[in-house]
């Protein structure tokens, strides 16, 4: 089986495979209503052979994974088949069957995540089943009553709860659609669009090599959501180009980072938290994308002064005219991007279609360019190459992503059962005193702990669920809680001791980590005070509802957010840095206007 799977006549099957999972998901869109126990189910069946299979190194990992493979689709497909019944049973397992099939569903799900992304996020889950399965024997307030294991494992393995739960359907509904959307868009000239349009729009200026890598990883993680995909695709373009000019790698390396971090915060995807906060708080994904688009901005002004200030220590040369596209490139190569985000954007706020009825409408029309190439070419051999590139890449990210959030429910799908969420929702009000502003601190500390070990999405997720009602008690709009976990579990993208954006660039550039990180947290400063200023400024999420007080308050933050970048790097004197950094803070959680 081995041999099979290594083989290159294997390549047929997997680009077969990827394209039926691309297909489903996409006819899931066109099909009109699938009931949640069939389309989930299927999801989990789908992503397996990718997440377990595909990519193993060793024999013994492969005859595993194509065990557990072949156990998780067969226990996934059953619960397709047998979904009338099971919804007559109200997540109460009637047998020795549905047992099995309950635990090998938690297993597979368990390992498939530790495949995925390593063991963090599967062994808080482990610990979490455990919780749910012999808590009641634990004193005290953390404590709970008990749950008959029938009735325990059934909510989560044969109910609309747990694995099934609404999570997965935002991997099915709408996550996967846009994953593919990014994955049709990397496949073709797009990406070299947003390079071209970054490197003429700012590629002339005072250190324009670092601000070309500001606009290209805002563009493009706009698509892909992950902050080290971002780094490993732009970064392969603009470190050697900024190496080229002179830049300092530490400062190459941390622009980088720096830069493609912020493609998480970036509408639309957002490493497919908006989907899940359209899940959780209930509000519309375009309310969504409305309140994250102006302090996305501001995140990028932040890391623009930033590379400004350190234009005042370093010779920081703009690109050269030889290397900067022509004119003729820079409007071919972006079509292939403004044509399919035109139809999304026409399809979301023109014809007020659903989001993934949009994105799907995009795909197409991305895929239509995939029939064309820079120069307007038709070339079969690399048509039918960009469609399984766009297929495979598809397939894997919607994978892990799934893998992800299957993991993640089973938590939230603890919390909810046993009620230890409401718990630790208490403990944090009685350790923060009832007063908001310490609540908001050991929320933060919380994410930041948490976001060192799994993804941000995990992260937010998971914090969410726990701290979430607390802060919504204290006041906070449901949208602006969720949007500062959120934020605050980007931070160990650049902060140590585990900043996975800033290890890739490091290594990509050859230089020491620690330095790099040091130089990405300071022109990232934006990352650690933005999440505050949203909570002492409400009106900068809600353009939608108040453009001008949003536009104003986004303001008032930007001068005291530019005003503390540019103290932190432009000098080495400490009291005006100290003078600088105190008038910025003072005027971000003030409002008071210079």
């Not at 009338?84 to 090998?104: C, K, M, P, S, T």
């Not at 694995?163 to 099915?172: A, D, H, N, R």
Request: include cysteine.
């Amino acid at each position: 089986m081995l041999d099979f799977f290594k083989s290159r006549g294997a390549a047929a099957f997997w680009l077969i495979l990827s394209v039926a999972l691309v297909a489903y998901h996409l006819a899931l869109v066109f099909s009109g209503l699938v009931p949640n126990l069939v389309s989930r189910p299927l999801h989990m069946a789908f992503i397996l052979p990718f997440v377990l299979i595909l990519g193993n190194r060793s024999r013994w990992g492969t005859i595993t994974g194509s065990g557990l493979a072949i156990l998780g689709i067969a226990a996934a497909l059953w619960i397709a088949v047998n979904h009338d019944r099971l919804g007559d049973q109200y997540g109460f397992l009637e047998n020795n069957l549905q047992l099995a099939i309950a635990i090998v569903l938690l297993v597979v799900t368990l390992e498939a995540a530790r495949r995925a992304i390593g063991w963090p996020l599967p062994l808080v889950a482990a610990t979490a089943l455990l919780y749910g399965l012999l808590g009641q024997h634990i004193p005290g307030q953390f404590g709970h009553a008990g749950t008959p294991i029938d009735s325990f494992l059934g909510t989560l393995t044969i109910a609309e709860g747990g694995i099934w739960g609404s999570l997965t359907g935002v991997s099915v509904g709408v996550v996967s659609i846009f994953v593919i959307f990014g994955a049709v868009l990397n496949a073709g000239e797009a990406g070299q669009g947003f390079m071209n349009v970054a490197a003429a729009a700012a590629g002339r200026l005072k250190g324009g090599g670092a601000k070309v890598s500001v606009i290209s990883s805002a563009l493009f993680g706009s698509i892909s959501g992950s902050a080290s995909a971002n780094v490993a695709s732009t970064g392969a373009i603009t470190l050697p180009a900024m190496t080229k000019l002179g830049y300092p790698k530490r400062l190459a390396a941390a622009v980088e980072a720096v830069a493609s971090s912020g493609g998480q915060i970036m509408p639309p995807l957002m490493g497919a938290g908006a989907f899940v906060m359209v899940e959780l708080t209930g509000v519309p994904y375009t309310s969504i994308m409305a309140a994250a688009i102006l302090p996305a901005l501001l995140y990028f002004f932040a890391v623009w002064v930033g590379i400004n200030a350190y234009a005042t220590r370093f010779e920081l040369r703009g690109v050269d005219a030889a290397d900067r596209p022509g004119p003729r490139d820079v409007v071919i190569t972006s079509l292939f991007f403004l044509i399919p985000f035109s139809v999304l954007l026409w399809a979301m706020f023109a014809a007020k279609f659903t989001p993934e009825y949009a994105a799907a409408l995009a795909i197409l029309a991305g895929a239509l360019l995939l029939f064309l190439n820079a120069d307007l070419e038709f070339r079969p051999a690399q048509i039918f190459e960009r469609f399984s590139d766009a297929a495979m890449n598809a397939a894997r990210q919607v994978s892990m992503i799934a893998a992800i959030i299957l993991c993640a429910s089973i938590i939230i799908g603890v919390l909810s059962i046993t009620g230890l969420g409401v718990k630790i929702t208490s403990l944090i009000l009685e350790g923060a005193g009832g007063l908001l502003w310490p609540s908001l601190l050991l929320t933060a500390l919380a994410c930041l702990v948490l976001g060192m070990e799994v993804p941000t999405t995990a992260a937010y997720v998971i914090c969410v669920s726990v701290a979430g009602p607390a802060l919504t008690q204290l006041g906070l709009e449901p949208l602006q809680a969720h949007l500062f976990v959120f934020w605050f579990a980007l931070l160990s993208t650049i902060t140590p001791p585990v900043c996975g954006a800033v290890f890739i660039a490091a290594g990509m550039i050859g230089e020491n980590w620690l330095k790099v990180a040091l130089t990405a947290m300071a022109l990232g400063v934006g990352l650690y005070i933005i999440p505050l200023g949203m909570i002492a400024n409400p009106d900068m999420l809600r353009l939608a509802d108040s453009p001008v007080l949003a536009i104003l308050a986004t303001l008032r933050v930007a001068i005291g957010l530019g005003l503390v970048s540019y103290g932190l790097i432009s000098t080495r004197k400490v009291f005006r840095t100290v003078l600088l950094v105190g008038i910025g803070l003072t005027v971000v959680f003030s409002g008071i206007y210079i």
